[in-house]
């Protein structure tokens, strides 16, 4: 699905200059690479603190942790994303109230997310699904009208632009009181191991976020909150800053595989191409057709005999995941996603492509459509 091999070449000489000069400085731990990368990821998305950690699904737990939410408290998430935004909920004993999505764009329902407020609602936690920002102007709103935390899970969508109402362009990520993000190796911005980050423009919760993800420890070996152990590595850091200098240039080849897809599929009335909504831009995490009267599992292995990858971004829907049952839900309550689960295929996204490639792949889809 993605080319990791071939982006590497391109910054071997950079990468491996940088990882072996802190092998042999070994500054493994908080090194200087660290703050480095920190600092310019600040810039990059224009917040005031970015809090590295060891990885995506940490940054969600200790989001949740530094706002001290409580077991019993609800937590609104969509029921269309990755495990991870519900796992964290499971695990600090909250309540995961799911919600289904908009058809058009895969991203949470802000109508749904209305409907879904009780007295125990404490937060939302938007997914800016498959690289495109939910709609956070109406979610701020909703929040602010009855005093929830918002949560982005920005893990599959760093450098997305989202166009506020007032006029301000502002990274997806950093719009709700925390952004949470992933550098898996496979993620836009990714490293070559586990990393993750936590975002926020607020001087107080960035405190507590930084306490949290280091032992809840302020005062050396004092601990007032119990916290957790989550880093990022002084290498993962290295490689990441140089990856964040090249993320505009990788957005746009990854633009470029996805209008190319666009095109290509634009006349076939069995699948359906992304649809980007006006109040952002897309960064293609993943490229998400929605097929219609296709036997998916067919056309899964029809491209598989042809040496090409395709993947389902979800088959299950949260609701329906067996560790997730839950006498709340049941089959039916969530249509958009249960009916999204069912006819979604995401075809291979990365920074390397050439046009032979994707000429390849998308004459290979249409070919077994077109039967
Ligand atoms: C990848 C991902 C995560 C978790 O990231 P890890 O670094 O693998 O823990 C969380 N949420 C979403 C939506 C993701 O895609």
Redesign the pocket.
């Known amino acids: 699905m993605v080319d990791l091999a071939g982006q590497y070449k391109k910054i071997k000489t950079e990468v491996d200059s940088a990882i072996e000069q802190i092998l042999t400085n070994t500054s493994f731990i908080n090194g200087p690479a660290v703050k480095q990368f920190q600092t310019n990821l600040e810039k990059y998305l224009g917040v005031k603190h970015v809090i590295p950690c060891a990885?995506?699904?940490?940054a969600?737990q200790v989001a949740m942790m530094a706002l001290n939410l409580k077991p019993g408290d609800e937590v609104i998430t969509t029921s269309f994303?990755?495990i991870?935004?519900a796992e964290v909920i499971a695990l600090l004993q909250l309540t995961p109230v799911l919600v289904d999505v908009d058809p058009q764009t895969f991203n949470i329902d802000p109508d749904a997310i209305e409907r879904a407020i009780t007295p125990k609602t404490k937060a939302i936690v938007p997914?800016h699904?498959f690289g495109q920002s939910a709609d956070m102007d109406r979610i701020m709103e909703i929040a602010e009208k009855h005093n929830l935390y918002v949560i982005e899970?920005n893990?599959?969508a760093i450098g997305a632009d989202f166009y506020s109402k007032d006029g301000s362009i502002k990274k997806a990520g950093t719009i709700g009181h925390i952004g949470c993000t992933?550098?898996?190796p496979s993620?836009n911005l990714g490293c070559y191991g586990?990393?993750?980050a936590i975002f926020t423009n607020d001087d107080e919760l960035a405190e507590q976020l930084r306490i949290v993800v280091n032992h809840g420890m302020k005062v050396r070996y004092y601990h007032d909150y119990v916290g957790v152990n989550s880093r990022l590595d002084s290498i993962q850091a290295a490689v990441l800053d140089i990856k964040l200098k090249r993320l505009d240039e990788y957005t746009e080849a990854r633009r470029f595989a996805a209008n190319y897809y666009n095109t290509a599929f634009a006349a076939s009335d069995k699948l359906k191409t992304p649809v980007t909504a006006a109040f952002t831009n897309h960064v293609y995490h993943q490229y998400t057709l929605v097929t219609h009267c296709v036997n998916r599992q067919k056309l899964m292995e029809h491209l598989q005999s042809k040496g090409i990858s395709s993947a389902i971004y979800y088959p299950v829907p949260l609701h329906m995941q067996k560790a997730y049952l839950d006498p709340r839900y049941t089959r039916g309550d969530f249509p958009v996603t249960e009916n999204l689960c069912k006819t979604v295929i995401s075809l291979p996204i990365h920074t390397e492509f050439d046009v032979e490639t994707l000429e390849y792949v998308t004459s290979n889809v249409l070919e077994f459509v077109r039967d």
């Open positions: 990885n995506g699904t940490d969600l994303t990755f991870a935004t997914v699904l899970d893990a599959q992933s550098f898996f993620k586990d990393g993750g």
